[in-house]
């Protein structure tokens, strides 16, 4: 999964990985970069964007004494829904209790709110990357909420990039990801990962020979831990590098979900410049991910043009989906959330652990592959033989599917498409006598893939 159902260490253990990186002891706030600073790096059409005349006001309305006759908000009172409630279970005990939303939280949720989210939900969140990153309200970052992380990496994506603008996207990643980069018209470049994470010295040797007159990178996108598809992680060692080349090359880090500090977004505080960090969060993979929970924490001019975005196409986030999120987040806490997130990845180790089980079984000799240590997928390389020339494309789009097995071929996680011998299969959903049959029906696809290619042994 991305990432997200790992568990935040100790504050004492994020305190003991900071200490080891302190980098600078000026003040933060003097190591903030100034708002000019975005200047170069917003886009054209960012730019470009205007607020909507009503919605810029509708914060005002919050005002003490102010009677509103500003928005064509519709009456509640008219609306069919009269009531809501919903079972919840307790992340540690497993007891249900039922929450019944109160008649203003409903009246709340039925109606437009604000682009950026409902206040009381921001400023939850706001603490929870106090409390998971260390950062503090205020020091050179803001935060707004999404439909989805995904919302916020399209409209953060849109507001950097400009055709011709040149984007460092490590891989594999996220295929998600690459259409809305390839929608801006910029050039995606891949870095390579290892088992230890963003390949840093390559890169360091790739903008150190960087073209004359070609346009220098804005921004790299790097999911730390637990990275989609591979669940590899970046040791702290390749952060601290990559957050050195982001100064000396002058580019931004937009960070995937990565829940296990140091994150980017920790260790910049300590860097001695704070601000280029943009961070998305998303609770799809532990809370629920129809409701489309996700949230952006970065400079707040990013956040600013996000918003107007936001303004000036879907509106607005759900309210009422932020309102039952709020509802739960405060029920169970900053810890209660730690709590559920640690009870949701153990039940994802244990489907790792059979489907793993059943790979062995299946697959030795046949694939290649390292325990994920977080995330909802195996990443496995087939063996094939030369004559496939290290591509799983053909095996896993045709005969596999032939075959009734669906899988991801793995040069759907490269931004150029490159050839590859690896597949991704998820393990979140299957029973046990569906990953049985799966592996075994893969099995013989390899077999028969690895006869045509004249591989005996
Ligand atoms: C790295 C990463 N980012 C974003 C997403 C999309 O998440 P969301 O449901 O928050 O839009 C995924 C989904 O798997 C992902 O792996």
Redesign the pocket.
Same mark, same amino acid.
């Given at each position: 999964?991305?990432?997200d159902m790992d568990i935040p260490p100790s504050t004492s253990a994020l305190a003991q990985s900071l200490n080891a990186v302190k980098l600078s002891d000026s003040p933060l706030e003097s190591r903030v970069l100034p708002r000019e600073f975005y200047d170069l790096f917003l886009s054209e059409s960012s730019k470009r964007r205007i607020e909507d005349p009503i919605r810029a006001l509708l914060p005002l309305e919050d005002r003490p004494g102010l009677i509103s006759l500003l928005a064509g908000k519709p009456n509640v009172d008219t609306f069919p829904i009269t009531s809501m409630q919903f079972n919840l279970r307790d992340p540690v005990s497993s007891a249900e209790s039922t929450i019944v939303l109160t008649e203003g939280e409903l009246a709340k949720g039925l109606q437009y709110s604000s682009s950026a989210g409902i206040p009381d939900l921001l400023d939850w969140l706001v603490g929870l990357q106090e409390y998971n990153h260390g950062r503090k309200r205020g020091e050179g970052w803001g935060l707004c909420f999404?439909?989805?992380?995904?919302? %916020?990496?399209y409209k953060a994506v849109n507001a950097l990039l400009d055709p011709g603008d040149v984007a460092l996207i490590e891989a594999p990643?996220?295929a998600?990801?690459f259409p809305v980069f390839h929608g801006t018209g910029c050039e995606m470049i891949e870095v390579r990962t290892d088992e230890h994470g963003t390949d840093a010295q390559g890169l360091r040797e790739m903008l150190e020979n960087w073209p004359a007159g070609k346009p220098k990178p804005k921004v790299l996108y790097t999911?730390p831990y637990g990275?989609?598809p591979t669940g590899m992680t970046s040791t702290l060692e390749r952060r601290l590098q990559v957050l050195e080349l982001a100064r000396e090359h002058n580019f931004l880090i937009l960070e995937?979900?990565a829940p296990r500090p140091p994150s980017y977004f920790t260790l910049e505080q300590d860097q001695p410049e704070v601000g280029r960090v943009v961070r998305?969060?998303? %609770?799809?993979?532990v809370l629920s991910?129809g409701m489309?929970?996700?949230f952006i924490s970065a400079p707040q001019c990013i956040i600013d043009a996000v918003i107007l975005h936001t303004m000036t196409s879907n509106l607005q986030p759900p309210t009422l989906t932020q309102v039952i999120a709020l509802r739960l987040l405060r029920e169970w806490g900053y810890d209660g959330l730690r709590a559920h997130v640690e009870r949701v990845a153990q039940f994802y180790h244990a489907k790792r652990d059979v489907f793993e089980g059943l790979m062995r079984k299946h697959l030795d000799g046949l694939a290649e592959w390292a325990t994920p240590e977080a995330?909802m997928f195996f990443w496995f390389k087939l063996n094939l033989g030369d004559a496939a020339q290290g591509d799983s494309e053909a095996v896993i789009r045709t005969k596999a599917l032939e075959k009734g097995v669906l899988a991801l071929p793995g040069t759907v996680f490269h931004p150029g498409g490159r050839k590859t011998a690896y597949v991704r299969a998820s393990f979140s959903l299957l029973p046990e006598d569906q990953v049985e049959e799966a592996l075994r029906r893969l099995r013989e696809v390899i077999l028969e893939a690895r006869k045509e290619a004249g591989v005996t042994e």
């Open positions: 999964m991305p990432n999404g439909t989805g992380s995904s919302d %916020l990496i990643i996220y998600g990801v999911v990275c989609n995937g979900n998305f969060d998303s %609770l799809s993979k991910s489309r929970i996700g995330g």
